[in-house]
């Protein structure tokens, strides 16, 4: 009976633990949806050059691509940075894998406390607490000096021809 009890015991611990799959990692920016298809050929080519990088905030993403095939536009909580990196990918043709951030700096987590490129244009900086971001290492704080704790948030970043896709990450 106790070895019965003692089975019992581990099942629901075992289940309650598979009940917390899916994202493994907490972040202090609250998920908000996110839809961004833009052309990037027609409106943002400088995406097609590793290295660069393109904001999306509700305010001034380009008022020609609101609704992408009646489809409205969705920029998270506090904006989507789009980097464009290199691809380590062989079949990948274009050699430029694109990574996407919400833009509200984890320290603060206010959707009008935003990380912006630097002049480098490999460090996402928070205009608030200084906050560095290693764009090129997916987003991870740049420093342990860094004031924050967290990386940026990932969403899932796309290219399908010249239809560039951002939408809410979820498995990170």
């Known amino acids: 009976m ?3 009890r003692a089975y ?3 099942m629901v611990l075992l289940g309650l633990l598979a009940g917390c799959e899916g994202r493994g990692h907490y972040s202090s920016i609250p998920d908000a949806f996110v839809l961004i298809r833009v052309n990037v ?8 050059a590793i290295g660069a990088s393109q904001c999306f905030t509700k305010d001034d993403i380009n008022v020609t691509q609101q609704n992408f095939e009646n489809q409205i536009q969705a920029t998270g909580y506090g904006g989507v940075l789009v980097y464009a990196a290199p691809s380590s ?6 050699g430029i894998e694109y990574q996407a951030y919400d833009m509200a700096c ?25 906050s560095r971001f290693d764009l090129s290492s997916y987003g991870m704080a740049a420093s342990e000096t860094n004031p924050s704790k967290e990386n940026l948030k990932r969403h899932q ?8 896709t951002v939408t809410q990450r979820y498995d990170d």
Not at 41 to 48: R, S
Not at 89 to 94: I, K
Not at 157 to 164: M, P, Q
């Open 89 to 94: 990918d062989p079949n990948n043709f274009s």
């Open 8 to 10: 019992g015991a581990a």
């Open 41 to 48: 050929p027609v409106y943002y080519p400088q995406l097609n």
């Open 106 to 130: 984890p320290n603060e987590a206010d959707p009008d406390v935003r990380v912006w490129p630097d002049s480098t244009g490999i460090y996402a900086v928070c205009e608030q607490c200084g």
């Open 2 to 4: 106790r070895r019965l």
């Open 157 to 164: 970043a796309t290219r399908v021809g010249n239809i560039l």
